[in-house]
């Protein structure tokens, strides 16, 4: 009965390659996000969908692609992946003011 | 633009002994403003929220937090720490001006020590 998962929980890949990560949430919610937990532990926003239209999108590399199949999913496609991009990524949703978090996606790049 | 500005990065106490984090905020508009709880290598778990009712709110865990206008705080407090608290915290502001998207402060370590 996981409210928001996200998958994979670890995802170690090559410099260059391109890899998703997926969400999906069970709570009903219209609005998903993905943030950004960087090295130092700062999470910032980098894209906000709410029923499946884009609301939000942070300064954040091109390279970078969300896609929301429908209001439950929200995926994060990357391309071209660099080492700066290694972060734990953190899918959420919300209705109202409260946002639920995912577990969050180890991304190394090598 | 909304901010927060989390006072210290790293905080250690005694178990048993009282609890502070401290965080002031940035913001034109009537806030809502959260603490955010992150144990190693977890997600992200609300403690407590403020949204304009009641400025003394109590979260989960035996915290609370006090929002005070006239300082631009909203602190977080426990009266006795325990050894499960230890971890990173969040003081977190949300801004209307970019839908609910949430802006998080830079976080809190607290130490518990026995």
């Known amino acids: 009965d996981t409210a928001v998962s996200q998958t994979p929980k670890y995802l170690v890949t090559q410099m260059g390659n391109d890899k998703s990560i997926k969400c999906e949430q069970n709570?009903?919610?219209?609005?998903m996000y993905w943030y950004k937990q960087d090295s130092k532990k700062f999470l910032k926003i980098m894209f906000s969908?709410?029923?499946?239209?884009?609301?939000i999108n942070e300064t954040v590399p091109n390279r970078f692609s969300p896609k929301s199949p429908d209001k439950a999913h929200l995926n994060l496609h990357i391309n071209s992946l660099e080492l700066g991009d290694s972060a734990v990524y953190f899918c959420?949703?919300?209705?109202?003011?409260?946002?639920?978090f995912g577990p969050g996606t180890r991304l190394t790049v090598l | 633009a909304q901010s927060v500005t989390q006072l210290d990065s790293h905080v250690s106490v005694s178990e048993g002994t009282p609890v502070l984090l401290r965080c002031n905020y940035s913001?034109?508009?009537?806030?809502?403003l959260f603490w955010y709880v992150q144990h190693p290598n977890k997600g992200l778990q609300l403690l407590l929220k403020?949204?304009?009712?009641?400025?003394l709110v109590k979260g989960i865990n035996g915290f609370e937090a006090e929002f005070k206008k006239s300082e631009t705080s909203f602190h977080l407090t426990k009266p006795s720490a325990h050894m499960s608290d230890a971890a990173e915290y969040f003081c977190?502001?949300?801004?209307?001006?970019?839908?609910?998207?949430?802006?998080f402060g830079k976080g809190t370590t607290l130490s518990v020590s026995s």
């Open positions: 977190v502001v949300s801004d209307p001006q970019a839908g609910t998207a949430l802006i």
């Open positions: 709570l009903g919610h219209d609005t």
């Open positions: 959420a949703s919300s209705q109202v003011d409260e946002q639920f």
């Open positions: 403020y949204t304009s009712a009641a400025t």
């Open positions: 969908y709410n029923n499946k239209e884009l609301i």
């Open positions: 913001s034109s508009y009537s806030p809502s």
